[in-house]
């Protein structure tokens, strides 16, 4: 694997711990999106509903078919708001790793930033996003081999109990996004 397919692979678990949430829903499939930079909505607290322990449904996009497993997460919330750190686990696959949430509270944007156990090592640049409307959207600019690509994760179907985090690419600037990764959580 190659430098670029390495850092394509790590923003694709990025986007996994901060939420993409799986099984069955469809996300922005050939759907017109605007590529444009986060709302400036971003405030303490906005995290505040993934705090907790879940049960993780995952669906991900593996060489054109769809792997599902299970996965679980603890969820904590500190500094009054202002990060929210999670741990992920999918036993079934020996696998963890944790995102860190960060509010810039100046610029009301939040970083989101990923490491797994194999490495240690966070992974840089976040991507940075906010809620609008009770959906939290987070593009970034990356790169497929030497494709562009945009990749959109996205906090939606909010409720007490439940939410999904789902991953979708654009290869073409933003004008379509398919879905990569669906996680569909449920709180314990």
């Known amino acids: 694997m190659n430098s670029e397919s390495s850092d394509f692979a790590r923003?694709?678990?990025?986007?996994?711990?901060?939420?993409?949430?799986?099984?069955?829903?469809?996300?922005?499939?050939?759907?017109?999106a605007d590529a444009a930079k986060p709302k400036p909505t971003g405030k303490p607290g906005d995290f505040e509903f993934l705090t907790g322990k879940w049960k993780i449904a995952n669906r991900m996009l593996k060489n054109g078919a769809w792997d599902e497993f299970e996965g679980e997460s603890t969820v904590f919330?500190?500094?009054?708001?202002?990060?929210?750190?999670?741990?992920?686990?999918?036993?079934?696959?020996?696998?963890?790793g944790m995102g860190l949430r960060l509010l810039d509270i100046e610029k009301k944007l939040w970083a989101d930033y990923w490491?797994?156990?194999?490495?240690?090592?966070?992974?840089?640049?976040?991507?940075?996003?906010?809620?609008?409307?009770?959906?939290?959207?987070?593009d970034s600019d990356d790169k497929d081999g030497e494709q562009p690509i945009i990749v959109r994760g996205v906090w939606d179907q909010i409720t007490p109990n439940s939410c999904r985090w789902y991953q979708a690419i654009s290869r073409d600037d933003g004008k379509t996004f398919a879905d990569q990764w669906v996680m569909h959580w449920t709180r314990l």
């Not at 996994?16 to 922005?28: D, E, I, R, S, T």
């Not at 906010?130 to 939290?136: D, L, T």
């Open 11 to 32: 923003r694709t678990v990025l986007q996994m711990a901060a939420g993409l949430a799986a099984a069955g829903g469809v996300g922005l499939n050939a759907v017109r």
């Open 115 to 138: 490491v797994n156990s194999e490495g240690g090592v966070l992974t840089p640049p976040p991507a940075l996003g906010s809620f609008e409307g009770g959906v939290g959207t987070w």
């Open 77 to 96: 919330s500190i500094l009054r708001g202002i990060v929210s750190v999670e741990e992920l686990r999918i036993p079934a696959r020996n696998f963890s």
